[in-house]
């Protein structure tokens, strides 16, 4: 059956995308406890996306998209995603997808 999908978000949820180092250093502690609380893999973590980043080749054609779910001061879910430019399209991928064996949201239990 095809149907609409309905999706219950609470109110209390905002949604932030993250596009800068800076940002992404200041979100990392939260990031680290939903790794914690998640039990995420360690491609999933906040350190080795930085850490792609801070090392990435043709970091000029790259834009960090990495995308949050806050519960108010409690983040509850990342998508760690970039754009990568290819002939001049720019192509939405997983963050340090060519170094990782993994690729998925973190997502709060």
Known sequence: ??????????????FE??????????????????WQRAGGLVFQHPDWIAAWWRTTPQQERRALRIGLAWNGDRLDGVIALATFRRSGIRILEWAAKDHSDYGDALVAP
């Open 1 to 14: 059956m095809n149907g609409p999908v309905v999706l219950a978000i609470p109110r209390t949820h905002t």
């Open 17 to 34: 995308v993250v596009t800068s180092a800076a940002r992404l250093a200041e979100i990392a502690p939260a990031w680290r406890a939903l």
